[in-house]
């Protein structure tokens, strides 16, 4: 199994950074196919970002792209998420989650496809 645990959040005033960090345990990081998802009250789990751990595209939900950057650091066993020009629409809990796959090069869009999951961060953005 792997366990996740995110870092990073709190709140933030419109147009601010933040960096989230989830670490991982447990199962090889490396086989792991990585994503970053969100979900604020009375909305469905929106796909945030998402990453392959090895070669492929990097790929983001339409509401963040030019804004957040997705990253991995296998060696540490760490994904990341920067979070630039923060909206409050970005308001939400953020989760980091793992799915092993032998396809080094897929990016995983739907929260099903995900085999394990952090407890989430909170992420507020001020007005």
């Known amino acids: 199994q792997v366990q996740l645990v995110e870092s990073g959040g709190g709140l933030v005033q419109a147009g601010g950074s933040l960096r989230l960090s989830c670490a991982a345990s447990g199962r090889t990081f490396s086989r792991h196919a990585m994503g970053w998802f969100r979900q604020a009250p009375g909305k469905e789990r929106e796909f945030v970002a998402g990453?392959?751990?090895?070669?492929?595209?990097?790929v983001y939900g339409d509401s963040v792209k030019g804004r957040f950057i997705i990253s991995r650091d296998n060696a540490k066993n760490t994904v990341y998420l920067q979070m630039n020009s923060l909206k409050p629409e970005d308001t939400a809990v953020y989760y980091c989650?793992?799915?092993?796959?032998?396809?080094?090069?897929?990016?995983?869009?739907?929260?099903?496809?995900?085999?394990?999951w952090g407890q989430g961060t909170q992420v507020t953005v001020s007005s």
């Open positions: 990453i392959p751990w090895g070669g492929g595209s990097i």
């Open positions: 989650a793992a799915a092993e796959t032998i396809n080094s090069g897929v990016v995983l869009r739907r929260s099903y496809e995900y085999n394990y």
